[in-house]
């Protein structure tokens, strides 16, 4: 799956996107979840600073 998105992000405009990976503990169980998004790459800051 990551190939597709990083193959569709290299055409046109996509290369102002970035796919970030966040590593996220979750309250009940302790588990830990990761949480993955495309964003742009102005906001890549935005999304690591909220919880």
Known sequence: MAK???ATLGK??????TK????VKQ???GA?????EI???D???DF???S
Do not use: P, S, T, W
């Open 4 to 6: 597709k998105v990083v």
């Open 32 to 36: 830990y979840q990761f949480k993955e």
């Open 20 to 23: 970030v990976i966040k590593l």
């Open 27 to 29: 309250r009940g169980n």
């Open 12 to 17: 046109g405009g996509g290369k102002d996107f």
């Open 48 to 50: 690591f600073a909220k």
């Open 43 to 45: 906001k890549v800051k």
């Open 39 to 41: 964003v742009h790459k």
